[in-house]
């Protein structure tokens, strides 16, 4: 086990093991912690600390000069640190020690990642008791589990991103200041009463933001998604599948109303029984899809310093031994190159990516002679993949082939810095992309945009596709190149024609029968799916990648 959770985040071993048997150099998480150098540059390499599972009965304190720190479980189920302090407790002077003094784990470092742990506060349904106190700026949590009841998560300064984590709480029990996302996380509702509790800054551009999330409730539980502790909370949920436990009004004002003109409370794209936006409050707001569009992780984290958390998580993840890794384009150094392995680049928007695209599909169709790391990246055209400072590392990854596929961000409506025009600009944009991998000796292949799974009302059968100029201008760059040529977009939008619509719906992230289908994104059985199309084209574009391409074990699903 020990391996495998090192090949995940890319370190050849930890550099201090903290186990309750006495086996690693602790048994204490924290001392382990206070022995970790002082590292406060963000460029520095994390300190990581690995822990073993078993229950940790401690408080964890994190000093603000201890940041920059990768604690690392071995299994969320498995690993946990607990504690049950709550805030009616007497302190020294008799008097209860209130809210803020009761985390479980208390973080005032910058730059730490978590991973693969529960943060507990044990103490029941008695009151405030925290199980997280956030202080710090640019903290990482990955497929942790916070457990409490009323205000499991204060998340008082800072910017965060969580992603697979699991939340549970009744009252208030995500709330605070700062600037938080959280992506693709479980919130469950234990008990009546209220998921958020933001005090976001007057003038703060973001609050709390959720995504891709599901929200959950005990039986017969009610609950509403926020309520303002301060006038000016901000609080978003985009495409989160909601339950029946999500009250029909959605929002509170906490007995103020004035606050419903500063708080700004918004849904996109809600699903599942708890989505009602016909009941909602009328001071709420809905966003459209551009706008929700725009909140992405780095656009919502990214602060004066351009912090980008999907990048970090994505470096995290390099490991030096799969032949099928995956990498951040800001990677300092490329991972080195192993004799005889013909290294793929794979460069895009977030359908060639490993969370949501074919990516993480075309990895599993790649033989052992072949490496692949993915650089795409969600919300990015060819113009801000390169305008952001992605596709220089990209290229010094000196991979054998590059695939490249843009289009999705590059169509009106997306902004001026990610907007092109299929004729000019995002045409120049492909051909100088090609100049520059063979500038370094490696060959090219564009693919055309995957399409969007929208049939036409007016014609059920047929594919409505705006993606249509991208396509040919990839096409017509490719042929005054002589560059190697997948055309995903006719090779998808003919999948989906054969298939139908009820067919087809079944690749969506979404339930065939949500109120709003990701019809852009892909599950796990659709990125195989359509990596396949990729790999099948590939065979015939390039012959000479023959031997390392693959056929899926599922000839069912193929065209």
Same mark, same amino acid.
């Given at each position: 086990?020990? $391996?495998?959770?090192?090949?995940?985040?890319?370190?050849?071993?930890?550099?201090?093991?903290?186990?309750?048997?006495?086996?690693?150099?602790?048994?204490?998480?924290?001392?382990?912690?206070?022995?970790?150098?002082?590292?406060?540059?963000?460029?520095?390499?994390?300190?990581?600390?690995?822990?073993?599972?078993?229950?940790?009965?401690?408080?964890?304190?994190?000093?603000?000069?201890?940041?920059?720190?990768?604690?690392?479980?071995?299994?969320?189920?498995?690993?946990?640190?607990?504690?049950?302090?709550?805030?009616?407790?007497?302190?020294?002077?008799?008097?209860?020690?209130?809210?803020?003094?009761?985390?479980?784990?208390?973080?005032?470092?910058?730059?730490?990642?978590?991973?693969?742990?529960?943060?507990?506060?044990?103490?029941?349904?008695?009151?405030?008791?925290?199980?997280?106190?956030?202080?710090?700026?640019?903290?990482?949590?990955?497929?942790?589990?916070?457990?409490?009841?009323?205000?499991?998560?204060?998340?008082?300064?800072?910017?965060?991103?969580?992603?697979?984590?699991?939340?549970?709480?009744?009252?208030?029990?995500?709330?605070?200041?700062?600037?938080?996302?959280?992506?693709?996380? $479980?919130?469950?509702? !234990?008990?009546?009463?209220?998921?958020?509790?933001?005090?976001?800054?007057?003038? %703060?551009?973001?609050?709390?933001?959720?995504?891709?999330?599901?929200?959950?409730?005990?039986?017969?539980?009610?609950?509403? !998604?926020?309520?303002?502790?301060?006038?000016?909370?901000?609080?978003?949920?985009?495409?989160?599948?909601?339950?029946?436990?999500?009250?029909?009004?959605?929002?509170?004002?906490?007995?103020?109303?004035?606050?419903?003109?500063?708080?700004?409370?918004?849904?996109?794209?809600?699903?599942?029984?708890?989505?009602?936006?016909?009941?909602?409050?009328?001071?709420?707001?809905? !966003?459209?899809?551009?706008?929700?569009?725009?909140?992405?992780?780095?656009?919502?984290?990214?602060? %004066?310093?351009?912090?980008?958390?999907?990048?970090?998580?994505?470096?995290?993840?390099?490991?030096?031994?799969?032949?099928?890794?995956?990498?951040?384009?800001?990677?300092? $150094?490329?991972?080195?190159?192993?004799?005889?392995?013909?290294?793929?680049?794979?460069?895009?928007?977030?359908?060639?990516?490993?969370?949501?695209?074919?990516?993480?599909?075309?990895?599993?169709?790649?033989?052992?002679?072949?490496?692949?790391?993915?650089?795409?990246?969600?919300?990015?055209?060819?113009?801000?993949?390169?305008?952001?400072?992605?596709?220089?590392?990209?290229?010094?990854?000196?991979?054998?082939?590059?695939?490249?596929?843009?289009?999705?961000?590059?169509?009106?409506?997306?902004?001026?810095?990610?907007?092109?025009?299929?004729?000019?600009?995002?045409?120049?944009?492909?051909?100088?992309?090609?100049?520059?991998?063979?500038?370094?000796?490696?060959?090219?292949?564009?693919?055309?945009?995957?399409?969007?799974?929208?049939?036409?009302?007016?014609?059920?059968?047929?594919?409505?596709?705006?993606?249509?100029?991208?396509?040919? %201008?990839?096409?017509?760059?490719?042929?005054?190149?002589?560059?190697?040529?997948?055309?995903?977009?006719?090779?998808?939008?003919?999948?989906?024609?054969?298939?139908?619509?009820?067919?087809?719906? $079944?690749?969506?992230?979404?339930?065939?029968?949500?109120?709003?289908?990701?019809?852009?994104?892909?599950?796990?059985?659709?990125?195989?799916?359509?990596?396949?199309?990729?790999?099948?084209?590939?065979?015939?574009?390039?012959?000479?990648?023959?031997?390392? !391409?693959?056929?899926?074990?599922?000839?069912?699903?193929?065209?």
């Amino acid at each position: 086990m020990l $391996a495998s959770v090192f090949t995940a985040v890319g370190s050849a071993k930890p550099d201090a093991i903290v186990a309750p048997d006495g086996s690693g150099q602790f048994t204490s998480l924290q001392d382990a912690i206070s022995a970790a150098p002082m590292r406060t540059d963000p460029a520095a390499p994390a300190w990581v600390i690995l822990v073993k599972p078993g229950t940790y009965r401690e408080r964890i304190y994190v000093q603000r000069e201890r940041g920059n720190i990768h604690v690392l479980g071995e299994d969320a189920t498995t690993t946990i640190v607990s504690y049950d302090l709550h805030a009616n407790l007497p302190g020294p002077d008799g008097k209860p020690i209130g809210t803020f003094r009761t985390p479980t784990l208390q973080i005032d470092g910058d730059g730490m990642i978590w991973e693969n742990i529960t943060i507990a506060n044990s103490a029941g349904p008695v009151g405030q008791a925290l199980a997280l106190r956030a202080d710090g700026d640019r903290l990482v949590f990955r497929h942790c589990r916070f457990l409490g009841w009323q205000d499991t998560l204060l998340l008082n300064r800072g910017r965060h991103y969580f992603v697979d984590c699991t939340i549970e709480g009744h009252v208030d029990f995500i709330f605070g200041a700062a600037t938080a996302f959280f992506d693709h996380c $479980a919130i469950r509702c !234990l008990r009546d009463g209220y998921i958020t509790a933001a005090s976001t800054p007057k003038g %703060a551009a973001h609050g709390f933001v959720f995504a891709d999330c599901t929200i959950t409730g005990a039986e017969g539980v009610k609950t509403y !998604l926020g309520r303002p502790w301060r006038d000016f909370a901000q609080t978003v949920f985009l495409r989160t599948e909601m339950s029946a436990a999500v009250r029909p009004e959605g929002w509170h004002n906490w007995n103020k109303p004035h606050a419903e003109q500063t708080t700004f409370y918004a849904e996109f794209g809600s699903t599942g029984p708890g989505a009602n936006p016909s009941a909602r409050v009328a001071w709420a707001h809905t !966003l459209t899809a551009e706008d929700a569009a725009d909140l992405t992780p780095a656009h919502v984290l990214g602060g %004066a310093d351009g912090w980008d958390p999907v990048a970090g998580a994505e470096r995290a993840s390099v490991s030096r031994e799969s032949p099928t890794t995956s990498a951040t384009t800001t990677d300092a $150094a490329p991972p080195p190159r192993r004799p005889g392995i013909t290294r793929i680049v794979l460069v895009g928007d977030s359908t060639v990516t490993d969370r949501s695209g074919w990516g993480r599909g075309f990895k599993q169709l790649l033989g052992p002679g072949a490496e692949c790391i993915n650089t795409a990246l969600g919300g990015r055209s060819s113009k801000s993949f390169r305008g952001e400072g992605h596709w220089e590392p990209a290229l010094a990854l000196r991979g054998d082939y590059y695939l490249i596929q843009f289009g999705h961000n590059d169509q009106p409506g997306k902004g001026p810095k990610r907007e092109t025009d299929p004729d000019t600009t995002f045409a120049q944009n492909l051909a100088r992309y090609v100049d520059e991998v063979r500038a370094i000796g490696a060959e090219p292949v564009l693919l055309t945009s995957l399409t969007r799974r929208n049939f036409d009302p007016a014609n059920p059968g047929r594919i409505l596709s705006t993606l249509t100029p991208y396509a040919n %201008a990839a096409k017509r760059v490719a042929r005054e190149k002589a560059v190697p040529l997948i055309d995903l977009h006719a090779r998808s939008i003919a999948l989906c024609e054969a298939w139908g619509p009820e067919r087809t719906a $079944a690749l969506n992230p979404r339930k065939p029968n949500s109120q709003d289908p990701d019809t852009t994104h892909l599950d796990a059985n659709g990125s195989t799916i359509f990596a396949q199309l990729v790999v099948d084209d590939l065979r015939q574009a390039v012959p000479a990648l023959a031997f390392i !391409l693959q056929t899926a074990p599922q000839p069912g699903n193929r065209p």
